[in-house]
Structures are given as structure tokens and as C-alpha cells.
């Protein structure tokens, strides 16, 4: 279980979370939508571990231990994963260096052994060609001269990769055209179930169509406002989120 | 009339000078060079930081005694095993002494230049080097020894210079000083790979000034790469001083971890069109290590090409240098240069000194430069750390990533492996600490 209690978190004296209070079942995929500047990344950056932020309040548990203390590759190496809305391009290092790199980091912090190159080469093509990948952008530097829906698909690669119990997808849609849109949630659904928890941040509810979330929460001014069901997405396209901001 | 300023002489010039008295009758051949360059020592000292090619490596302050010359030992010095490569066929040389040419297939011809010397068929003052630069003078001052390679015209050749400055294992100096000189000169259309590497003690405070003069025929290619393993406490002074004629193609890497305090200069000259340079350098440092990459580019005839690229890793309370100068003599039209000298700070403390200039005489050239110094990009480290890799190692990633660029220019892909392999080392040991 992903808990986050009572969560307040400031970056430079200026206050993002008021007290956010979230759970994320085993299995369960949660949607949050907000309005722009309501927190929604802060959310996700906090989560994975960015050190630029200040709790002063509250507690995020992972199966019930505080991950507060922990650096962002404890974190990881834990089961937690955060699909970046803008994914780093990392010149010189070659994507199927850096796969390899954190795959072994984490079957070392997790006291497993390192995959045999044979077996990670195989799982690699296996799951990019899933996700319609050429190999050829495998040997090319990581994220570099990618567009949008290669950097989202590479995203969703390391996920599959990296095989986390909880994932964060932040603005997973922002710069998909549609066909780039279903790959991509394809490759999401198809990690769903397992015990797996999903939180999808987003924006719209398009994204929501492709991955029917198990709940909704809405998010306005740094805290939950209100909670649902997937109907509750259809409602906020229709209606807007002022009602919201302004209740908050 | 203007007073005449007279400076003190530190310690140690006054020890070259008492050295060269006692040492001259010995050295061989090059008397009238030797004898011009003390005399310019003689008269200016050695340089401080007053003297602007030396602002950030003062010579007279670093420099703090002038140890006695030693003869290598009987056995041979041996170039490390993470430094040879074994196709590359090797001369060796102990304290800047030839000691064994092994392999060295022919048309290659190999001599040791102290011989060439005495027999008065090669000099020390080879036409292109009108540097009176002071590091320079002191390997003419002082050196006995190095080697004279002639490469023929059309021939496809590898050679490794492995230099070792070290004392045989029973003596234990607590300093001494060596120098070299090695002359190539590589005949029209020839293509030569240059690997040289310098190992030396860890236990001495040992002086190194080695020399590599490359004279490029016509149409010769060739690729050089340096690489400066020297000891932690040493002085590491080196030059690299080339030619080319037309057509001549000049690739030269230096790849600089060793020595306490380490200055390497590349004093390149244009004599033919068409030329091109490529001109690249590596450096990791830390602890209180200090590397110098200062360099002279002079296009002095027309229709020359350069290329620049040198990447710092300084990490601790480490101190790069980069001094890049591109002349373009006033008749050297359709140059086209470009310089880029790129530092990595790792350490709060470590520092970079970038110095690029450009002294234009011509009017229809393409020149360009560009420094930069900086940590690493904390975004990108924290998206490499959200996905599992441990902070050291996703700065050792991208510490890779920031030098591997400049590897790329070595075509000899297991030399280029040995290079990788020496900055994970470099790596391993700032992960260990």
C-alpha cells in the first residue's frame, strides 16, 4: 500500500501540498486531475525523492515504512517509479548502458543477481518491440533527438523493465498525438494487475479513456478536494475544475 | 635610463644553473642550442605567473628545486599492463633513456637521439620551433637522450613510446629530473598511430620534461594520443610541438590523471594548405592536483582547419587550466577554426581557469570559440537516481558520458577501451572514497 498522510510540502518558503492525504491499494490504478499549478507534479517529485522540496508535515508510507529518509534510488530500488513528464535526454550515455545500469542497481540494492547479458538482451528487445521501439534507438544516447511519444514509450520501457509495485505516471499524455496516446496506455494496461498500483496524473480525461482508472481523486490549492469514481473524470470535462478551486 | 630590475634567483634556478655547468661536458652533441637556451634561462629566470603563458602555472613558485638528471637502471623500466596494448609495438624508455626498441618492424627506422646528437645529424632546434618558450629551453638544456623515428613516405605504421620515470627498487631519492626528446618525421602520405604514455614513481617528487616534435610530409596522417599516468607527487612538464605540410592531417589527444602539478603544451604550425587539425584533450584531477592544457595553434598559411575540444573533470580542490590560442597570420585566408574548452567541477573547492583567444590577421576566416564550466546538471542526475543507480553512479554516468565525446577521435578501438578503462578507474577509486 502508497500512503501519503496529511502532506505539506514548500519549496523556497512558498507552500505546494496542504495537507494531502492519498492511499493506493495493492492492484489499484488512481487517477488524479487538477488544474494547472494545483501541485500535480510537486506530488510526483515528492513521491520519487527530488531533494528541492521541504516536508514540513506529514508522511508518505510504502507498505507501511516511511520513505521520507530515503534517496530517490532507495526509493526505487523499494518499487516505486515515476514516468517523467519530460524525460531527461542524457547525452554520451548510450539508452542500453543506462538500462543495464539501473537494472543491475537495483537487483544489487535488492540483494539479487545481475542478469546475464544473454538474458538482458532478450528481455530488452522483448519488451521494446511490445512497445514498437526500434533497437536502433537502443544504441543511441538516451532521450537525445527523441520526440515526444519516443521519450513517453521509453518511459514506459523502463517501467516494464524495471517491474515496480507502484508507478507515477505524471502528464503521461502531454505531447501524444492519438496514435502515440494508445501506444502508450497499451504499454500501461499491459502492466496493470499483479498487485501493481498506479497513480496517472493528468490533466484531461482523454488519457483517462485509454486507462479506465479504479478511482478519481481531484486535486485543487496543494490537497485531494474531492474523491470518485471513473465517472467522476467524465463530470470534471463536462463541468471544468472552478468549482473545485473554489470550494478548495 | 630605465633601472634595471634585477630579480633574485630562487633555489632552484640557481641549481640549472650550477647543474648545466657541471653537466655540459657530458650531454651530448647540440652544444650552440644548449648554450642559447641557458642563456635566455640565464637571463629571464624561470617564468612566473608575470609572464602570461604562465599566469596559472607559475613555473618559479612550483618549481621549488632543480634535482640531478639520473641514468635509468640496469633492468628495464617496464610500462604497466593497463598501459600496453599489445599489437602496438613499443620503444621503451627508462628516465628518457632509449632502452629497447621490441618489435619495431622495418621500413620504421629507430635511432636513439643522444647518438644522433653527438654524430651532429639532427639538432635540438628544429626549424618550426622558434618557441623560446621556457620549458622548452630546459629539455634542450638538459636532455641526453629520446629517440629519432623516420617514418617513410606511404608507409602504415603503430608505435608506442612507453616512458617510465622511475628509480630501480633499491633507491629510494626522495626527487630527481628526466627529459626526452623524441623527433618523428613522417614522410609524404605515410599514416602513423603515436601512442605515448608516461608512468613514474609514487614515492619521489620527481621532474619529468619530455619533448615529441611530429614533422608531417605532404599528405601524412596521423594520430597521437598521450597519456599522462605519472606519479601523484611529480612535476610533469611536457610539449608536443608539429608541423604540417599540405594536406597533412594531425589528430593528438592528451589524456591527463597523473602528477601533482602537470602542464602540457601543443605548439602547432601550418606549412602547407589544407591541412587539418584535430586537437583534444581529457583530464580528471583531484585531490590538490593542478593540469595545465595550454596551446598554440598558428595558421600561417592559408586555407588550414582546426578543431579544438578539451572536457576537465576536477573534482576536490582541483585546478584546470586551459590557455587555447588560434593565430591566423595575416595572409592564412579561408582558415576555419573552432575551440571548445568544457570543464566539470565535481569538487566545491576544484576550479577552471579557461583561457581561448583568437588573434585574427586575416579577413575571410571562420573562427570560433567557446568555454564552459560547470557541476553536474542535477536533473539529470535525479532522473538517473529515480531509476535505481546510487548517486556516485550516476555521476560516475555522466562523468563518462562528458569525456567519452572526446575519445571518439581514437580509431583504434582497443586503445580507445584502455582509455575507457582508465577513467572507470579513476571512477571506482572517487566511488571508493
Known amino acids: ?248 | 635610463m630605465a633601472p634595471t630590475v634585477v630579480q633574485m634567483r630562487t633555489p632552484a634556478e640557481t641549481a640549472l644553473i650550477e647543474r648545466f655547468e657541471a653537466e655540459k661536458a657530458g650531454l651530448p652533441g647540440a652544444a650552440a642550442e644548449r648554450a642559447a637556451a641557458f642563456e635566455r634561462l640565464k637571463a629571464k629566470g624561470l617564468p612566473s605567473k608575470r609572464v602570461e603563458a604562465y599566469h596559472y602555472t607559475d613555473l618559479r613558485a612550483l618549481m621549488r628545486q632543480a634535482p640531478e638528471a639520473i641514468l635509468p637502471p640496469n633492468t628495464y623500466l617496464m610500462p604497466s599492463d593497463r598501459i600496453c596494448i599489445e599489437a602496438i609495438p613499443t620503444i621503451m624508455f627508462g628516465n628518457g633513456k632509449m632502452q629497447l626498441a621490441q618489435d619495431i618492424a622495418l621500413p620504421i627506422s629507430v635511432r636513439a637521439i643522444g647518438d644522433a646528437l653527438e654524430s651532429g645529424s639532427v639538432t635540438l632546434n628544429s626549424a618550426f620551433v622558434k618557441l623560446s618558450d621556457p620549458v622548452v629551453d630546459l629539455n634542450t638544456i638538459f636532455c641526453r637522450d629520446g629517440a629519432l623515428l623516420e617514418v617513410p613516405g606511404g608507409s602504415k605504421l603503430s608505435v608506442h613510446l612507453a616512458f617510465v620515470d622511475d628509480l630501480d627498487e633499491l633507491d629510494t631519492k626522495e626527487t630527481f629530473s628526466v627529459s626526452s626528446r623524441v623527433i618523428i618525421n613522417v614522410g609524404a602520405g605515410a599514416e602513423l598511430l603515436v601512442y605515448e604514455s608516461h608512468e613514474g614513481s609514487q614515492r619521489s617528487r620527481y621532474q619529468s620534461n619530455h619533448v615529441v616534435e611530429l614533422i608531417l610530409g605532404e599528405g601524412a596522417k596521423v594520430e597521437h594520443i598521450r597519456v599522462n599516468t605519472a606519479g601523484n607527487e611529480a612535476l610533469v612538464l611536457s610539449t608536443l610541438a608539429a608541423s604540417l605540410a599540405a594536406e597533412a592531417e594531425l589528430m593528438s589527444l592528451n589524456f591527463s590523471m597523473g602528477g601533482a602539478v602537470a602542464r602540457h603544451q601543443s605548439f602547432i604550425t601550418y606549412a602547407g594548405e589544407n591541412a587539418k587539425l584535430d586537437l583534444r584533450g581529457a583530464t580528471m584531477i583531484r585531490g590538490r592536483q593542478h593540469c595545465d592544457n595550454t596551446l598554440v595553434v598558428d595558421h600561417a598559411v592559408p586555407h588550414g582547419t582546426s578543431r579544438e575540444l578539451f572536457r576537465t573533470v576536477a573534482d576536490d580542490e582541483a585546478h584546470g587550466v586551459f590557455q587555447g590560442k588560434i593565430i591566423v597570420r595575416p595572409h592564412a585566408q579561408k582558415t576555419d577554426g573552432q575551440m571548445a574548452s568544457n570543464a566539470l567541477l565535481l569538487g566545491d573547492e576544484a576550479a577552471m581557469s579557461n583561457k581561448p583567444e583568437l588573434e585574427i590577421f586575416a579577413d575571410d576566416v571562420v573562427c570560433a570559440h567557446g568555454a564552459t564550466c560547470g557541476a553536474l546538471e542535477e536533473s539529470q542526475l535525479f532522473y538517473l537516481m529515480a531509476r535505481g543507480l546510487p548517486r556516485v553512479e550516476a555521476e560516475a554516468l555522466l562523468v563518462e558520458a562528458f569525456l567519452g565525446e572526446v575519445l571518439e577521435a581514437v580509431s583504434d578501438e582497443t586503445l580507445r577501451d584502455s582509455l575507457a578503462m582508465l577513467i572507470s578507474e579513476w571512477l571506482a577509486a572517487r566511488q571508493a572514497a
Do not use: W
Open chain 1, 1 to 248: 500500500m502508497l500512503e501519503i498522510k496529511n502532506l505539506h510540502v514548500e519549496i523556497d518558503d512558498k507552500k505546494i501540498l496542504n495537507g494531502l492525504t492519498l492511499t493506493i491499494h495493492p492492484g489499484e490504478v488512481a487517477a488524479i486531475m487538477g488544474p494547472n499549478g494545483s501541485g500535480k507534479s510537486t506530488l510526483s517529485y515528492v513521491i520519487a525523492g527530488k531533494e528541492d522540496y521541504t516536508v514540513t508535515e506529514g508522511d508518505i508510507l510504502l507498505n507501511g515504512n516511511s520513505i521520507l529518509e530515503m534517496e530517490a534510488n532507495e526509493r526505487a530500488a523499494a518499487g516505486l517509479f515515476l514516468a517523467f513528464q519530460y524525460p531527461l535526454e542524457i547525452p554520451g550515455v548510450a539508452t542500453m548502458t543506462f538500462l543495464k545500469a539501473a537494472m543491475n542497481a537495483q537487483a544489487k540494492a535488492r540483494g539479487e543477481a545481475e542478469l546475464s547479458p544473454g538474458d538482458f538482451m532478450r528481455k530488452v528487445r522483448g519488451a521494446a518491440e511490445k512497445l514498437g521501439i526500434n533497437p536502433d534507438m537502443l544504441k543511441r544516447p538516451l532521450n537525445v533527438g527523441f520526440s515526444g511519444g519516443e521519450k513517453k514509450r521509453m518511459e514506459i520501457l523502463q517501467m516494464t523493465l524495471l517491474d515496480p509495485a507502484y508507478c507515477i505516471l505524471d502528464e503521461t499524455d502531454s505531447g501524444l498525438d492519438i496514435d502515440a496516446l494508445r501506444i502508450v496506455a497499451e504499454g500501461v494496461n499491459a502492466l496493470r494487475g499483479a498487485g501493481r498500483g498506479m497513480l496517472v496524473i493528468t490533466h484531461y480525461q482523454r488519457l483517462l479513456d485509454h486507462i479506465v482508472p479504479d478511482k478519481v481523486h481531484v486535486m485543487a490549492k496543494g490537497r485531494i478536494v474531492k474523491s470518485g469514481g471513473p465517472e467522476l473524470a467524465h463530470e470534471l470535462e463536462k463541468d471544468g475544475y472552478a468549482n473545485y478551486v473554489e470550494a478548495a
